[in-house]
């Protein structure tokens, strides 16, 4: 009867597979921020152009309203300020992604390795099977053969 292959080092697999689990999941939601924070900048952009349409308006009117146009300024500085910062926030958001990327990256390589290492010692495990099994059918012929020799 072939023995059951067991692996020595499951436990070590089923810690380093948890571990690129996590690094994945903060892969993710870093991802998720970057996004957040590109569409910030995107309605940011949109509501500067929006007001810079209405401020030509106003400004192009019969009798323009220079506290609308004031305001209008004020909101398109803020609006820029607004961008500013979250640009500063991307570009720091976009470094931590790059170094937790490179984690992952680790923590896939160290997975596979062990992995790697399992189906190696399945493949000698199961070499080492067949082996046996030949050598037992070896036995059993000669066994026959001598039987048969001894009697005939």
Do not use: W
Not at 13 to 21: G, S, T
Not at 61 to 83: C, G, H, K
Not at 105 to 121: F, P, S
Not at 122 to 136: G, N, S, Y
């Amino acid at each position: 009867m072939a023995k059951r292959f067991q692996f020595r080092l499951e436990a070590v697999l089923k810690v380093r597979k948890r571990k690129r689990d996590e690094a994945r999941r903060i892969v993710a939601d870093r991802q998720r921020r970057i996004g957040r924070i590109a569409e910030r900048i995107t309605a940011c952009r949109n509501g500067i152009g929006e007001a810079v349409e209405e401020s030509r308006r106003v400004q192009h009117a019969t009798a323009p309203d220079v506290t609308a146009l004031r305001r209008y300024r004020s909101y398109i500085a803020a609006m820029d300020r607004a961008i500013g910062d979250a640009e500063i926030a991307m570009s720091g958001e976009r470094d931590r992604l790059r170094e937790e990327q490179r984690q992952l990256a680790r923590a896939n390589k160290e997975v596979k390795a062990i992995e790697k290492l399992r189906e190696r010692q399945l493949a000698r495990h199961c070499e080492q099977e067949r082996r046996a099994d030949r050598a037992e059918g070896d036995e059993i012929s000669l066994q026959l053969h001598r039987r048969a020799r001894i009697t005939a």
